[in-house]
């Protein structure tokens, strides 16, 4: 089973701060989180990871809280081009990325 | 440029017709995996491999074989495919450490079993 919670669904207007949240109660203290999306059936991307403290990079910021028990992504300006199904993830073992059902971000015009 | 091919990308065959799909990356990844995706199941891995020689079973192997001949190239083999195996396919790369969740993805094989 998948270690994180995702809502199935989100819109966000063009132009606007997507936050995506994402909770993951049972992550052990040396699990990273990651996150990747996928476009309509193409291979998935990744986005960006953390493990404690918040990180950016040049597609999106992720906050993760205190606790470690829940993230969040922002994209800060999304582009149409930013619609996508958004994984939330917590690593497994042997490298293996265990897949929940994801983000359907929707950005409208 | 630095990507993860896979080889067809579509593919319509019968039961029992032994098929190979290929997928070669140019970054000198150790790490390479198959996955499956089908609606409403997420991704779930078949397949992975930590290098050369190295390959173990993820969480649907049944019906599939793999080998890793060189670093490069990990096929994934459907010795008597069957209509359960109509799915969307992806390989996936990365270097082997910390850095191995983050992976990348080839553009996808859908594969139709008839």
């Known amino acids: 089973d998948a270690k994180t919670t995702q809502p199935p669904s989100m819109d966000c207007a063009e132009g606007r701060a997507a936050n995506l949240p994402c909770n993951h109660s049972?992550?052990?203290?040396?699990?990273?989180v990651y996150w990747y999306r996928q476009i309509h059936s193409q291979g998935p991307q990744y986005i960006i990871h953390g493990l404690k403290n918040n990180e950016t990079n040049e597609m999106a910021s992720l906050i993760i809280t205190e606790d470690r028990k829940s993230s969040t992504l922002i994209l800060p300006h999304a582009t149409l081009r930013d619609t996508a199904v958004y994984y939330c993830i917590v690593g497994g073992s042997n490298y293996q990325l265990i897949w929940g059902a994801g983000t359907k971000l929707i950005i409208k015009p | 440029e630095a990507q993860v091919t896979q080889n067809p990308r579509y593919l319509i065959t019968v039961t029992g017709k032994k098929l190979t799909v290929t997928c070669s990356q140019n970054m000198n990844h150790e790490y390479m995996s198959w996955y499956r995706q089908d609606p409403g199941l997420g991704l779930r891995q078949i397949y992975y491999s930590m290098n050369v020689e190295v390959t173990d079973k993820g969480d649907v192997p049944e019906g599939y074989k793999v080998s890793r001949k060189e670093k490069r190239n990990f096929p994934l083999i459907l010795e008597s495919p069957s209509p359960n195996q109509t799915s969307l396919y992806f390989c996936?790369?990365?270097?082997?450490?910390?850095?191995?969740?983050?992976?990348?993805f080839g553009p996808g094989t859908r594969l139709t079993v008839t």
């Open positions: 049972t992550i052990s203290g040396n699990e990273y």
């Open positions: 996936a790369s990365s270097f082997v450490g910390r850095s191995s969740y983050e992976q990348y």
